[in-house]
């Protein structure tokens, strides 16, 4: 069981004050000091960060970083990635100060995506502050969930479960092909793998807040700042999750949500055949409504 949880996301955007305002603003994470220039970092918990903006010409996801115990569970991860023929490069000082841990390694997922695992986040002892949000439901089970597209989803799937330790929750056809929800904690799922043909991308990122009221609340948020709703209030069917979904400044959808199933250990994988109970009802984003 190598990886432990989702630790973090680094993201490449074209305006970091735009994502001052999602992020901070919206979501309500708190704004915590940056190690590097040109980029915005951001806490929910006791983390130095949990998501990081970096100011890119071209916007896209620059690492999903994967927790690990310790030095001893990174170099096997790095040993069993080379063995399956995968190019592994050791974070070097600089890397391991921009993302805030003791020692990382990245490496890309047969989709494409960039993947690290790490260790020893540096930890901030400044007292965490989010006073648009009674709290982020974090800890063990990491930082929330990610959906990545992947063109040939066996081919991650054998990835993730076999050479990174995940394991299925469940699964959903969409079309011919066949979307899997992957967990390495007891949230329900870390990382979702999704058929999509193209180069490997972000698809959306979840965090949980700890009340109803909080996902409410941040409702109310993205009409006042004019943050576009891509699907509405709902509860999903595979992690139980009332949730609702927005449009990012990128345009990869971001999940706020509450109350996700814990389930502590292995169990059955099932097949759901719907997204949502009720509610999720998708709206596209503003450019198509408008060109
Ligand atoms: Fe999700």
């Not at 305002?21 to 980029?39: I, K, N, Q, R, Y």
């Not at 929910?44 to 990081?52: E, K, Q, T, V, Y």
């Amino acid at each position: 069981m190598p990886i432990r949880s989702l630790g973090y996301i680094h993201l490449d955007v074209t305006d970091l004050a735009e994502w001052e305002v999602f992020a901070g603003e919206f979501l309500g994470l708190m704004p915590t000091p940056a190690p590097v220039d040109d980029s915005r970092y951001y806490r929910i918990d006791h983390f130095p960060s949990r998501l990081a903006t970096h100011l890119a010409g071209t916007p896209g996801l620059r690492a999903l970083g994967f927790e690990v115990l310790d030095r001893g569970e990174l170099a096997e991860l790095a040993d069993a990635l080379r063995a399956e023929g995968v190019a592994v490069i050791e974070g070097d000082d600089a890397l391991c100060t921009q993302r805030q841990v003791t020692g990382l390694i990245s490496f890309r997922d047969p989709g494409g995506n960039p993947i690290e695992a790490f260790y020893g986040p540096v930890l901030t002892h400044v007292r965490l502050d989010t006073p648009l949000v009674s709290g982020f439901v974090t800890g063990a089970q990491g930082f929330g969930h990610a959906i990545v597209a992947v063109e040939d989803v066996s081919a991650a799937y054998d990835f993730y479960t076999r050479v990174l330790g995940f394991w299925e929750r469940n699964n959903m056809r969409i079309g011919d092909g066949e979307l899997f929800f992957l967990a390495c904690n007891e949230r329900h799922h870390t990382l979702g793998i999704m058929p999509m043909p193209g180069p490997g991308r972000l698809v959306h990122v979840m965090v949980e807040a700890q009340t109803l009221d909080d996902v409410g609340l941040a409702i109310d948020r993205a009409e006042r700042l004019g943050v576009p709703m891509q699907q509405t209030l709902g509860r999903h069917t595979n992690d139980h999750m009332v949730s609702f979904y927005v449009y990012s400044p990128e345009r990869y959808a971001v999940e706020l949500g509450w109350g996700g199933l814990r389930i502590p250990q292995h169990g059955p994988t099932y097949a759901i055949t719907q997204g949502a109970f009720w509610g999720h009802k998708f709206t596209p984003p503003p450019e198509a409504a408008t060109g």
